[in-house]
Protein backbone atom coordinates (compact mmCIF):
# COMPACT_ATOMS: atom_id res chain seq x y z
CA UNK A 1 0.00 0.00 0.00
CA UNK A 2 0.81 3.37 -0.45
CA UNK A 3 1.83 5.21 3.04
CA UNK A 4 0.32 8.49 4.34
CA UNK A 5 -3.00 8.07 2.16
CA UNK A 6 -6.53 7.57 4.30
CA UNK A 7 -7.30 3.72 4.85
CA UNK A 8 -10.22 4.33 1.91
CA UNK A 9 -7.92 5.36 -0.42
CA UNK A 10 -5.23 2.68 0.65
CA UNK A 11 -8.06 0.28 -0.06
CA UNK A 12 -8.72 1.57 -3.57
CA UNK A 13 -5.45 2.01 -4.71
CA UNK A 14 1.42 -18.74 -9.31
CA UNK A 15 3.05 -23.86 -11.90
CA UNK A 16 3.33 -22.54 -15.44
CA UNK A 17 0.29 -20.89 -17.47
CA UNK A 18 -1.69 -23.26 -19.24
CA UNK A 19 -0.95 -24.23 -22.96
CA UNK A 20 -1.69 -27.78 -24.31
CA UNK A 21 -5.63 -27.67 -26.18
CA UNK A 22 -5.59 -24.10 -26.00
CA UNK A 23 -2.08 -23.54 -28.11
CA UNK A 24 -2.69 -26.09 -30.60
CA UNK A 25 -5.46 -24.64 -31.49
CA UNK A 26 -2.87 -22.01 -32.87
CA UNK A 27 -0.71 -24.36 -34.54
CA UNK A 28 2.24 -24.60 -31.82
CA UNK A 29 3.37 -28.02 -30.34
CA UNK A 30 2.21 -28.90 -27.18
CA UNK A 31 5.70 -28.97 -26.04
CA UNK A 32 7.49 -26.70 -28.07
CA UNK A 33 8.54 -24.05 -25.42
CA UNK A 34 11.13 -22.26 -27.59
CA UNK A 35 8.64 -21.36 -30.51
CA UNK A 36 6.66 -20.12 -27.50
CA UNK A 37 9.27 -17.81 -26.42
CA UNK A 38 10.96 -16.82 -29.58
CA UNK A 39 7.30 -15.60 -30.70
CA UNK A 40 6.46 -13.74 -27.64
CA UNK A 41 8.99 -10.49 -28.96
CA UNK A 42 10.60 -11.06 -25.27
CA UNK A 43 13.06 -14.44 -26.40
CA UNK A 44 16.28 -14.28 -26.14
CA UNK A 45 17.84 -13.38 -29.10
CA UNK A 46 18.63 -16.97 -30.16
CA UNK A 47 20.48 -18.14 -33.59
CA UNK A 48 18.44 -17.63 -36.84
CA UNK A 49 19.01 -21.77 -37.15
CA UNK A 50 16.47 -21.64 -33.90
CA UNK A 51 14.24 -19.68 -35.45
CA UNK A 52 13.74 -21.37 -38.44
CA UNK A 53 13.03 -24.13 -36.17
CA UNK A 54 10.38 -22.42 -34.56
CA UNK A 55 9.07 -20.98 -37.57
CA UNK A 56 8.40 -25.04 -38.85
CA UNK A 57 6.85 -26.26 -35.92
CA UNK A 58 4.07 -23.33 -36.23
CA UNK A 59 3.62 -23.42 -39.54
CA UNK A 60 4.42 -19.25 -40.08
CA UNK A 61 7.42 -17.67 -40.13
CA UNK A 62 6.90 -14.23 -38.91
CA UNK A 63 10.38 -12.77 -40.08
CA UNK A 64 8.71 -12.88 -43.53
CA UNK A 65 6.05 -11.15 -43.04
CA UNK A 66 5.81 -7.48 -43.60
CA UNK A 67 4.19 -5.15 -41.19
CA UNK A 68 0.98 -4.12 -43.05
CA UNK A 69 -0.05 -7.72 -43.15
CA UNK A 70 -1.39 -7.01 -39.38
CA UNK A 71 -4.98 -7.27 -39.78
CA UNK A 72 -6.50 -3.90 -38.20
CA UNK A 73 -10.45 -3.51 -37.72
CA UNK A 74 -11.90 -0.46 -39.08
CA UNK A 75 -12.84 1.09 -36.24
CA UNK A 76 -9.18 1.24 -35.13
CA UNK A 77 -9.18 5.16 -34.62
CA UNK A 78 -6.23 5.21 -32.66
CA UNK A 79 -2.99 5.76 -34.74
CA UNK A 80 -0.76 5.24 -31.52
CA UNK A 81 -2.31 2.18 -30.99
CA UNK A 82 -2.03 1.00 -35.19
CA UNK A 83 1.39 1.48 -35.17
CA UNK A 84 2.19 -0.16 -32.15
CA UNK A 85 0.33 -2.91 -33.49
CA UNK A 86 2.20 -3.65 -36.61
CA UNK A 87 4.98 -3.07 -35.02
CA UNK A 88 3.67 -6.85 -32.96
CA UNK A 89 3.23 -4.59 -29.72
CA UNK A 90 0.35 -4.66 -27.07
CA UNK A 91 -0.35 -2.49 -23.99
CA UNK A 92 0.38 -3.72 -20.36
CA UNK A 93 -1.13 -1.71 -17.80
CA UNK A 94 0.46 -2.45 -14.82
CA UNK A 95 -0.28 -1.67 -10.45
CA UNK A 96 2.47 -0.74 -8.27
CA UNK A 97 1.16 -1.52 -4.91
CA UNK A 98 0.84 -5.34 -4.03
CA UNK A 99 1.55 -6.18 -7.55
CA UNK A 100 5.16 -4.91 -8.32
CA UNK A 101 5.76 -3.41 -4.92
CA UNK A 102 4.78 -3.43 -1.21
CA UNK A 103 5.07 -0.27 0.64
CA UNK A 104 4.73 0.53 4.76
CA UNK A 105 5.27 3.44 6.57
CA UNK A 106 8.11 2.54 9.09
CA UNK A 107 5.55 3.69 12.24
CA UNK A 108 3.32 0.49 10.94
CA UNK A 109 6.44 -2.18 11.29
CA UNK A 110 5.25 -5.66 13.25
CA UNK A 111 7.66 -5.79 16.57
CA UNK A 112 8.69 -9.23 14.80
CA UNK A 113 10.15 -7.14 12.11
CA UNK A 114 11.18 -4.45 14.29
CA UNK A 115 13.41 -7.36 15.84
CA UNK A 116 14.41 -8.53 12.43
CA UNK A 117 16.20 -4.79 11.70
CA UNK A 118 13.29 -2.73 10.31
CA UNK A 119 13.38 -0.14 11.57
CA UNK A 120 13.44 3.74 11.16
CA UNK A 121 17.30 3.44 10.40
CA UNK A 122 17.06 0.86 8.00
CA UNK A 123 18.78 1.96 4.85
CA UNK A 124 18.40 1.07 0.95
CA UNK A 125 19.23 -2.41 0.38
CA UNK A 126 19.27 -3.10 -3.45
CA UNK A 127 20.52 -6.80 -3.00
CA UNK A 128 17.27 -7.06 -1.04
CA UNK A 129 14.38 -5.26 -3.22
CA UNK A 130 14.32 -3.14 -0.13
CA UNK A 131 14.43 1.16 -0.74
CA UNK A 132 13.80 3.97 1.45
CA UNK A 133 11.48 6.61 -0.13
CA UNK A 134 10.19 9.79 1.33
CA UNK A 135 7.75 11.60 -1.38
CA UNK A 136 5.54 12.47 1.77
CA UNK A 137 6.47 13.67 5.26
CA UNK A 138 5.77 10.00 5.95
CA UNK A 139 8.75 7.68 5.54
CA UNK A 140 8.30 4.76 3.76
CA UNK A 141 10.06 1.03 3.26
CA UNK A 142 9.46 -0.11 0.01
CA UNK A 143 10.27 -3.61 -1.13
CA UNK A 144 10.50 -4.50 -5.10
CA UNK A 145 8.62 -7.86 -5.99
CA UNK A 146 11.19 -10.73 -6.56
CA UNK A 147 11.68 -10.87 -10.64
CA UNK A 148 10.65 -7.53 -11.21
CA UNK A 149 13.25 -6.15 -13.13
CA UNK A 150 13.40 -9.47 -15.48
CA UNK A 151 9.49 -8.90 -16.00
CA UNK A 152 9.97 -5.38 -17.17
CA UNK A 153 12.46 -6.27 -19.33
CA UNK A 154 11.24 -9.06 -21.12
CA UNK A 155 7.65 -7.30 -21.02
CA UNK A 156 8.88 -4.68 -22.43
CA UNK A 157 9.45 -6.37 -25.72
CA UNK A 158 6.23 -7.40 -26.40
CA UNK A 159 4.27 -4.69 -25.03
CA UNK A 160 4.14 -0.35 -24.38
CA UNK A 161 3.82 -0.50 -20.53
CA UNK A 162 2.10 2.10 -18.79
CA UNK A 163 1.81 2.44 -14.32
CA UNK A 164 -1.72 3.33 -13.18
CA UNK A 165 -1.69 3.56 -9.23
CA UNK A 166 -4.17 4.97 -7.23
CA UNK A 167 -1.59 6.45 -5.33
CA UNK A 168 -0.65 10.11 -5.33
CA UNK A 169 1.83 11.63 -8.03
CA UNK A 170 5.27 12.19 -6.42
CA UNK A 171 4.72 8.62 -4.89
CA UNK A 172 4.05 7.35 -8.34
CA UNK A 173 7.01 8.76 -9.61
CA UNK A 174 8.85 7.85 -6.48
CA UNK A 175 8.42 4.46 -6.92
CA UNK A 176 8.88 4.22 -10.73
CA UNK A 177 12.56 5.48 -10.75
CA UNK A 178 12.95 2.74 -8.57
CA UNK A 179 11.59 0.02 -11.27
CA UNK A 180 12.99 2.12 -14.05
CA UNK A 181 16.03 4.32 -13.35
CA UNK A 182 16.54 5.13 -17.45
CA UNK A 183 12.79 5.84 -17.79
CA UNK A 184 13.11 3.08 -20.66
CA UNK A 185 10.03 1.02 -20.20
CA UNK A 186 7.59 3.84 -18.69
CA UNK A 187 8.60 6.86 -19.97
CA UNK A 188 6.05 9.48 -19.02
CA UNK A 189 3.68 6.55 -19.01
CA UNK A 190 2.28 7.29 -15.13
CA UNK A 191 -1.16 7.46 -14.26
CA UNK A 192 -1.86 8.21 -10.41
CA UNK A 193 -5.27 9.02 -8.16
CA UNK A 194 -4.00 12.44 -9.44
CA UNK A 195 -5.29 12.04 -12.89
CA UNK A 196 -8.18 9.46 -12.39
CA UNK A 197 -11.61 10.72 -13.54
CA UNK A 198 -13.87 8.67 -10.78
CA UNK A 199 -12.20 8.33 -7.44
CA UNK A 200 -11.21 4.97 -6.06
CA UNK A 201 -11.87 3.74 -9.78
CA UNK A 202 -9.02 2.94 -12.65
CA UNK A 203 -10.21 3.45 -16.85
CA UNK A 204 -8.79 3.02 -19.95
CA UNK A 205 -10.39 5.80 -21.08
CA UNK A 206 -6.70 7.47 -19.39
CA UNK A 207 -4.72 5.35 -21.37
CA UNK A 208 -6.02 4.62 -25.30
CA UNK A 209 -8.31 7.43 -24.52
CA UNK A 210 -12.30 8.28 -23.85
CA UNK A 211 -14.49 5.16 -24.56
CA UNK A 212 -16.71 6.74 -27.22
CA UNK A 213 -13.59 6.26 -29.13
CA UNK A 214 -11.76 3.01 -27.72
CA UNK A 215 -13.56 0.59 -27.36
CA UNK A 216 -11.47 -0.88 -30.76
CA UNK A 217 -8.42 -0.31 -28.71
CA UNK A 218 -9.34 -1.77 -25.52
CA UNK A 219 -8.48 -5.05 -27.59
CA UNK A 220 -4.72 -4.67 -27.40
CA UNK A 221 -4.92 -3.83 -23.38
CA UNK A 222 -3.62 -6.31 -21.33
CA UNK A 223 -3.72 -5.08 -17.45
CA UNK A 224 -2.10 -6.76 -14.21
CA UNK A 225 -3.47 -5.68 -10.93
CA UNK A 226 -4.36 -7.19 -7.70
CA UNK A 227 -7.79 -5.52 -7.64
CA UNK A 228 -10.16 -6.61 -9.56
CA UNK A 229 -12.95 -4.20 -8.10
CA UNK A 230 -11.26 -1.05 -9.46
CA UNK A 231 -11.72 -1.79 -13.17
CA UNK A 232 -15.14 -2.31 -13.22
CA UNK A 233 -16.05 -2.56 -16.76
CA UNK A 234 -12.83 -4.13 -17.75
CA UNK A 235 -12.42 -7.50 -16.23
CA UNK A 236 -12.03 -9.17 -19.66
CA UNK A 237 -9.13 -7.42 -20.04
CA UNK A 238 -7.34 -8.02 -16.05
CA UNK A 239 -5.49 -10.73 -15.06
CA UNK A 240 -5.72 -10.42 -11.11
CA UNK A 241 -2.60 -10.76 -9.39
CA UNK A 242 -1.96 -12.59 -6.32
CA UNK A 243 -1.37 -9.78 -4.16
CA UNK A 244 2.76 -9.07 -3.06
CA UNK A 245 1.95 -9.04 0.95
CA UNK A 246 5.80 -8.33 2.09
CA UNK A 247 4.62 -6.37 5.39
CA UNK A 248 2.40 -7.62 8.41
CA UNK A 249 0.59 -4.51 7.88
CA UNK A 250 -0.92 -5.51 4.46
CA UNK A 251 -1.37 -8.78 5.57
CA UNK A 252 -3.39 -7.64 8.08
CA UNK A 253 -5.58 -5.34 5.79
CA UNK A 254 -5.79 -7.94 3.42
CA UNK A 255 -6.93 -10.33 5.80
CA UNK A 256 -4.26 -13.02 5.03
CA UNK A 257 -4.22 -16.46 7.18
CA UNK A 258 -0.69 -16.32 6.97
CA UNK A 259 0.57 -16.63 10.31
CA UNK A 260 3.24 -14.18 9.77
CA UNK A 261 4.49 -11.73 7.16
CA UNK A 262 7.19 -12.73 5.21
CA UNK A 263 9.37 -10.13 6.37
CA UNK A 264 8.69 -11.46 9.91
CA UNK A 265 9.80 -14.94 8.45
CA UNK A 266 13.06 -13.71 6.61
CA UNK A 267 11.04 -15.34 3.60
CA UNK A 268 10.26 -14.40 0.31
CA UNK A 269 8.58 -15.17 -3.11
CA UNK A 270 10.47 -17.31 -5.85
CA UNK A 271 12.24 -15.59 -8.38
CA UNK A 272 11.99 -18.59 -11.05
CA UNK A 273 8.45 -19.44 -9.67
CA UNK A 274 6.83 -16.74 -8.19
CA UNK A 275 4.13 -14.49 -9.30
CA UNK A 276 6.08 -12.69 -11.68
CA UNK A 277 7.32 -15.58 -13.05
CA UNK A 278 3.83 -16.96 -14.06
CA UNK A 279 2.49 -14.08 -15.06
CA UNK A 280 4.92 -13.51 -17.64
CA UNK A 281 4.50 -16.84 -19.03
CA UNK A 282 1.01 -16.15 -19.23
CA UNK A 283 1.63 -12.96 -20.99
CA UNK A 284 4.10 -14.28 -23.57
CA UNK A 285 1.25 -17.02 -24.82
CA UNK A 286 -1.26 -13.62 -24.88
CA UNK A 287 0.85 -12.37 -27.22
CA UNK A 288 1.92 -15.25 -29.53
CA UNK A 289 -1.82 -16.14 -29.68
CA UNK A 290 -2.66 -12.60 -30.33
CA UNK A 291 -0.05 -11.76 -33.30
CA UNK A 292 -0.46 -15.31 -35.11
CA UNK A 293 -4.49 -14.80 -35.03
CA UNK A 294 -4.06 -11.85 -36.99
CA UNK A 295 -1.43 -12.77 -38.77
CA UNK A 296 -2.24 -16.36 -39.95
CA UNK A 297 -6.09 -16.18 -39.86
CA UNK A 298 -6.53 -12.78 -41.16
CA UNK A 299 -8.84 -11.69 -38.31
CA UNK A 300 -8.09 -9.12 -35.98
CA UNK A 301 -7.71 -11.00 -32.19
CA UNK A 302 -8.66 -9.48 -29.05
CA UNK A 303 -6.89 -9.84 -25.99
CA UNK A 304 -10.38 -10.11 -23.90
CA UNK A 305 -11.18 -13.41 -25.89
CA UNK A 306 -7.51 -14.72 -25.52
CA UNK A 307 -7.41 -14.86 -21.70
CA UNK A 308 -10.87 -15.57 -21.35
CA UNK A 309 -9.95 -19.06 -23.99
CA UNK A 310 -6.70 -19.38 -21.57
CA UNK A 311 -8.27 -19.06 -18.29
CA UNK A 312 -10.56 -22.02 -19.34
CA UNK A 313 -7.91 -24.42 -19.67
CA UNK A 314 -6.68 -24.38 -16.04
CA UNK A 315 -9.36 -26.39 -14.55
CA UNK A 316 -10.91 -28.40 -17.78
CA UNK A 317 -12.41 -31.25 -17.18
CA UNK A 318 -12.87 -30.93 -13.34
CA UNK A 319 -16.50 -31.32 -11.70
CA UNK A 320 -16.75 -29.86 -8.33
CA UNK A 321 -19.22 -29.56 -5.47
CA UNK A 322 -18.82 -26.77 -3.05
CA UNK A 323 -19.88 -27.15 0.87
CA UNK A 324 -19.97 -25.05 3.79
CA UNK A 325 -18.43 -23.18 1.19
CA UNK A 326 -21.17 -21.12 0.03
CA UNK A 327 -23.71 -19.63 2.22
CA UNK A 328 -27.35 -21.11 2.95
CA UNK A 329 -29.02 -18.09 2.47
CA UNK A 330 -27.50 -18.14 -1.09
CA UNK A 331 -30.56 -18.56 -3.11
CA UNK A 332 -28.72 -19.03 -6.76
CA UNK A 333 -25.52 -20.79 -5.79
CA UNK A 334 -23.95 -20.31 -9.86
CA UNK A 335 -24.12 -16.44 -8.36
CA UNK A 336 -21.71 -16.68 -5.67
CA UNK A 337 -18.08 -15.53 -6.37
CA UNK A 338 -16.48 -18.90 -5.81
CA UNK A 339 -19.29 -20.93 -8.27
CA UNK A 340 -18.46 -18.31 -10.91
CA UNK A 341 -14.61 -17.91 -10.69
CA UNK A 342 -14.52 -22.12 -10.73
CA UNK A 343 -16.62 -21.83 -14.11
CA UNK A 344 -14.17 -19.57 -15.57
CA UNK A 345 -11.31 -21.70 -14.77
CA UNK A 346 -13.23 -23.96 -17.29
CA UNK A 347 -14.70 -26.25 -14.27
CA UNK A 348 -18.10 -27.81 -14.38
CA UNK A 349 -20.18 -26.64 -10.89
CA UNK A 350 -22.62 -29.27 -9.65
CA UNK A 351 -25.14 -28.58 -6.52
CA UNK A 352 -24.79 -32.22 -5.44
CA UNK A 353 -22.36 -34.96 -5.59
CA UNK A 354 -22.40 -38.12 -8.13
CA UNK A 355 -19.92 -40.03 -10.16
CA UNK A 356 -18.93 -37.37 -12.11
CA UNK A 357 -17.62 -34.77 -9.78
CA UNK A 358 -14.23 -35.12 -9.57
CA UNK A 359 -13.08 -32.61 -6.73
CA UNK A 360 -15.39 -31.65 -3.02
CA UNK A 361 -14.50 -27.86 -2.09
CA UNK A 362 -15.38 -27.86 1.59
CA UNK A 363 -14.58 -25.57 4.13
CA UNK A 364 -14.67 -28.16 6.79
CA UNK A 365 -14.02 -32.35 6.38
CA UNK A 366 -17.52 -33.11 8.52
CA UNK A 367 -19.72 -32.42 5.81
CA UNK A 368 -21.96 -35.27 3.83
CA UNK A 369 -20.26 -33.75 0.69
CA UNK A 370 -16.66 -33.76 2.27
CA UNK A 371 -17.13 -37.48 3.56
CA UNK A 372 -18.87 -39.11 0.54
CA UNK A 373 -15.84 -37.49 -1.74
CA UNK A 374 -13.29 -39.56 1.08
CA UNK A 375 -15.42 -42.47 0.89
CA UNK A 376 -15.23 -42.46 -3.13
CA UNK A 377 -12.30 -41.66 -3.32
CA UNK A 378 -12.74 -38.43 -4.56
CA UNK A 379 -10.60 -35.28 -4.27
CA UNK A 380 -11.36 -33.37 -1.04
CA UNK A 381 -9.96 -29.69 -0.99
CA UNK A 382 -10.01 -26.32 0.64
CA UNK A 383 -11.38 -23.21 -0.97
CA UNK A 384 -7.60 -22.21 -1.12
CA UNK A 385 -7.34 -24.62 -4.15
CA UNK A 386 -9.40 -22.80 -6.33
CA UNK A 387 -7.83 -19.30 -5.59
CA UNK A 388 -4.07 -21.28 -6.15
CA UNK A 389 -5.77 -22.14 -9.41
CA UNK A 390 -6.77 -18.92 -10.37
CA UNK A 391 -3.22 -17.16 -9.79
CA UNK A 392 -1.22 -19.59 -11.03
CA UNK A 393 -3.23 -19.99 -14.00
CA UNK A 394 -2.67 -24.24 -13.42
CA UNK A 395 -4.15 -26.96 -11.69
CA UNK A 396 -2.82 -27.25 -8.04
CA UNK A 397 -1.58 -30.17 -5.98
CA UNK A 398 -4.32 -31.48 -4.41
CA UNK A 399 -2.75 -32.70 -1.45
CA UNK A 400 -1.13 -29.34 -1.29
CA UNK A 401 -5.07 -28.13 -0.10
CA UNK A 402 -5.99 -30.21 2.68
CA UNK A 403 -9.52 -29.77 4.38
CA UNK A 404 -9.11 -29.26 8.33
CA UNK A 405 -11.06 -29.45 11.04
CA UNK A 406 -12.46 -25.81 12.16
CA UNK A 407 -11.03 -24.91 15.39
Known sequence: MEPGRDEEDEDASAGGAPKGRFLAQRGVKEDDDD???????????????????????????????????IMLPPGMKNAHVANLLRARKLILVLDLDNTLINSVGFRRFSPTEKANGFTKEIRDDPSRGLFRLEPYRVSTLTKLRPFVHEFLREASGMFEMHVYTLGGRSYARA????????????????????????????????????????????????????????????????????????????CRRYGSKAAQSLAERRLDESESDGALAVTLRVLRQVHYCFFSGSVC????SDVRELIRQMRREVLRGCTVVFTGVIPPEVVQPSCHDMWRKAEQLGATCSDDVGPEVTHVVAANPSTSEARWAQEHGKSLVNPRWISAARFRWSKPKEEDFPVKEES
Request: hydrophobic fraction near 30%; aromatic fraction near 10%.
Open 35 to 69: AEEDYSGGGSGEDDDDEDEDDDASGVSLGTIGSDA
Open 175 to 250: VVKLLDPDGVYFGERIISFDDSSQPYRKSLDAVVGPSSASATEHAAVVILDDKARVWDGYNDNLIEMEPYLYFASD
Open 297 to 300: CGSF
